[in-house]
């Protein structure tokens, strides 16, 4: 039997009753105890941590994480920072010159932004590959193919557009090799032969999974997760190499246009255990570039972006079969999509599980109020106000706010905190320093009245995460007969200098310490 027993430092509980102790014993992997001083006297042989004033809390739970394709990321062409055609070239020929097996040369990480570099078909088309080319915008949301990506998925001037999707064209109508949302979705699908061998995905995963234990993540919500990667989970589990424990959200895109779905007939939200477990179905209400918008500047009525018109039915599928279910909504019109789809869904039916909304992007006091009425878990993500803030320029509106997370906190939603990585930066400790400040890393305001302070985002990646994922008997408190799942940061952040992770903890044993 070994037991470590923490203290002389600041121990948060994240449990009203529990608040904070002075001391936490851990034995055989499990939090058996916690109390003041004279607790550590009952344990005179235990390994003794001194936190030496820093802060130890329950391990962060990223409650929105893409660790799946994350994980991938090193196999394709990293196109962060690239602003020059000849080096998306240079880049795109040494995958392909690495990958020669692979039907698809992929890049990944493009600014599909106004801002970022521009691509179409001709461009790529120009860098003279051999096979098949697919650069994915970090968003997830959308990609630009060359030709003959165009030609292997059927997509000509006559093809029509998915009903949950969109393929640009242009002035003649010819495709000009972007796809967005359900459009990029098939082409992601079809283009990841070759990249998703299990072997190889599982030690991609391994390896990307140890860096999320230097944040301090002990535990991500895999959000939109293909079948053939819950199989890959499951097989780490199984051989003791996965180094955080995974709620993977089945993918319903693959469900409802057919690739997947025999995923219906599979494990459903809750079950599985503390390594992998089942959590919600996931849907798409908007866009995530096409976000769905309905609001007013002014004189104004702006109505943008696309909404997915099979959702309400796969929700109401969902719910039946037993399913929780997770919809991304990330503009105000994208919102009121999902909370219709989901009242319908459960008119005639008492859920088994919530919904939970990814995102809530922008909404309005009226949807703010309507979650809060219906008990609907905001999934949210205060890295956004550096990623975000940086487009969104002057567009605000009279009658919805851009990532609410005060007034959601305000009018009692439940949050959970998360990143969306690699759509953004992983680290908790940095995506909680956006949250409190409201303010992008060149000072613009994203909304002051907005913010949160520490110690409540701290409770929003630990406990808020576990309650979304049904986790709360298992991690996210520091409560006896839960895993002793820990991270100790050095504490509160000082004048806007971000605080640091110096330990992680998983299972009771030490898998990360910072180099001093
Ligand atoms: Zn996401």
């Given at each position: 039997v070994s037991t470590t027993v923490f203290g002389n430092g600041r121990i948060l509980s994240m449990d009203a009753w529990v608040g904070e102790p002075e001391v936490l014993v851990v034995t055989d992997g499990r939090i058996v105890a916690t109390g003041d001083w004279d607790l550590a006297a009952?344990?005179?042989?235990?390994?003794?941590?001194?936190?030496?004033?820093?802060?130890?809390?329950?391990?962060f739970i990223d409650a929105h994480h893409h660790l799946c394709l994350a994980a991938l990321q090193p196999l394709w062409a990293d196109l962060a920072g690239v602003h020059d055609v000849d080096e998306v070239g240079r880049r795109l020929r040494e995958v392909a010159v690495r990958e020669p097996d692979a039907p698809w040369i992929r890049a990944c990480g493009w600014d599909g932004t106004p801002r970022g570099l521009h691509l179409d078909r001709w461009v790529l088309d120009e860098l003279g590959l051999d096979r098949p080319v697919l650069v994915a915008c970090f968003s997830l949301h959308q990609a630009v193919l060359s030709s003959a990506g165009l030609d292997a998925l059927g997509i000509s001037y006559r093809t029509r557009d998915p009903g949950n999707g969109r393929i640009e064209r242009d002035d003649t109508g010819e495709p000009t090799g972007r796809l967005l949302e359900g459009a990029w979705g098939a082409a992601h699908a079809a283009s990841m032969v070759g990249y998703d061998r299990a072997r190889r995905w599982g030690d991609l995963i391994e390896v990307r999974a140890r860096t999320l234990l230097s944040y301090g993540i002990t535990a991500v919500h895999d959000a939109a997760c293909p079948t053939a990667a819950e199989a890959v989970y499951r097989q780490l589990a199984s051989e003791h190499r996965l180094p955080v424990s995974v709620v993977v959200l089945p993918h319903a895109a693959e469900i409802l246009n057919g690739v997947d779905a025999e995923r219906w007939?599979?494990?459903?939200?809750?079950?599985?255990?503390?390594?992998?477990?089942?959590?919600?179905?996931?849907?798409?209400?908007?866009?995530?570039?096409?976000?769905?918008?309905?609001a007013h500047v002014g004189a104004y009525h702006v109505r943008f972006g696309q909404l997915f018109p099979d959702t309400p039915a796969g929700v109401t599928e969902a719910v039946?079969?037993?399913y929780?279910?997770?919809?991304?909504?990330?503009?105000?019109?994208?919102?009121?999509?999902?909370?219709?789809?989901?009242?319908?869904?459960?008119r005639h039916r008492e859920p088994d599980n919530g919904l939970r909304i990814e995102h809530v992007t922008l909404a309005g006091p009226r949807e703010v109020a309507r979650m809060a009425a219906l008990g609907v878990t905001g999934v949210v993500q205060p890295g956004f106000v550096e990623l975000l803030g940086t487009q969104l320029g002057e567009t605000r509106f009279d009658d919805?706010?851009?990532?609410?997370?005060?007034?959601?906190?305000?009018?009692?939603?439940?949050?959970?905190?998360?990143?969306d990585a690699p759509c953004n930066?992983?680290?908790?400790?940095?995506?909680t320093s956006y949250g409190v400040s409201r303010r992008t890393s060149d000072g613009d305001d994203v909304g002051i009245d907005q913010t949160i302070p520490f110690e409540e985002w701290l409770r929003l990646y630990t406990y808020g995460a576990a309650l979304a994922g049904g986790q709360q008997d298992e991690r996210g408190r520091l409560l006896p007969g839960l895993r002793a799942d820990l991270v100790v940061i050095d504490g509160e952040p000082d004048a806007g200098r971000p605080v640091g992770v110096a330990q992680t903890w998983r299972g009771g044993e030490l898998v990360y310490e910072r180099a001093r």
């Open positions: 009952r344990y005179p042989h235990a390994q003794q941590i001194d936190l030496a004033g820093r802060w130890l809390l329950p391990g007939f599979g494990p459903v939200t809750g079950e599985g255990n503390e390594d992998v477990r089942v959590g919600p179905v996931k849907f798409f209400a908007d866009g995530g570039i096409e976000i769905a918008i309905d039946a079969r037993g929780g279910v997770a919809i991304h909504a990330m503009g105000n019109a994208g919102l009121v999509a999902a909370l219709d789809a989901w009242e319908s869904a459960t919805a706010t851009w990532m609410p997370f005060g007034d959601l906190h305000a009018a009692g939603v439940p949050l959970a905190a998360s990143s930066f992983a680290e908790p400790l940095a995506g």
